[in-house]
C-alpha cells in the first residue's frame, strides 16, 4: 500500500496552484470512458473546489447530469505526489461572478498575463459558469516515504553484502 499523505499536508497540496485533471461520469453512450479534461481550478484547505466552465460545454451539461465529480492533480517532480478527491456538487454559480474568473487567472498566471487574459477573455463572461464540490473522498499518495524506504532496504542490502 502506497503512503498516504497526513491532512494538513493534502490540504495544502490540494491548495497549491496545479492543474486538476476533473473527470465525470459520461452516459452518452454505453461504451464511453469517463470524461477527463485538466482545468484550473481554485481550493482553499477545509473548502469547496471551484471549476470554471461553459455553461453549454460537454463538461457543465455531464456536470449537472452528474452531480457529481473526481479532481486528481499530481506532481509529477521525484519523488510523485498526487491527491484525488471526490464529491458532489454543492452549487452552480449562474451567471459567473467576475472576481471568481479573476481569481483564477491569478492563480495560475503572472500578474500581467492575468490583467492580459481576462482582457482578452472578458466576453467568456456571459457564457462560462462556476461548479462548486466538497470534497468528501480522498486518495492520496507520497511517494517521498516509499522512496525512502526503498532507499534504505537497498542501503541494506548492500552493506548485508559486503
Not at 453549454?56 to 510523485?80: H, M
Not at 466576453?123 to 466538497?134: E, G, N, S, V, W
Request: aromatic share 8%; with cysteine.
Amino acid at each position: 500500500m502506497l503512503p498516504a499523505m497526513p491532512h494538513d499536508e493534502r490540504e495544502h497540496f490540494l491548495a497549491a496552484p496545479r492543474i486538476g485533471v476533473l473527470g465525470v461520469t459520461d452516459p452518452r453512450g454505453g461504451d464511453r470512458a469517463p470524461l477527463v479534461v485538466p482545468v484550473w481550478y481554485a481550493y482553499e484547505p477545509g473548502g469547496e473546489i471551484v471549476v470554471e466552465t461553459g455553461r453549454e460545454s460537454v463538461k457543465a451539461q455531464l456536470l449537472c447530469a452528474a452531480g457529481r465529480f473526481s479532481l486528481c492533480v499530481q506532481d509529477e517532480r521525484r519523488p510523485y505526489r498526487y491527491v484525488s478527491v471526490e464529491g458532489p456538487v454543492t452549487a452552480i454559480e449562474d451567471p459567473l461572478d467576475p472576481a471568481v474568473r479573476e481569481a483564477l487567472a491569478q492563480r495560475y498566471l503572472e500578474p500581467e498575463e492575468a490583467r492580459d487574459y481576462l482582457a482578452s477573455t472578458v466576453h467568456q463572461l456571459k457564457d462560462d459558469i462556476a461548479f462548486r464540490m466538497r470534497p468528501q473522498r480522498w486518495r492520496t499518495a507520497d511517494f517521498a516515504a516509499f522512496a525512502a524506504d526503498f532507499a534504505n532496504t537497498a542501503a541494506n542490502a548492500g552493506a548485508d553484502a559486503g
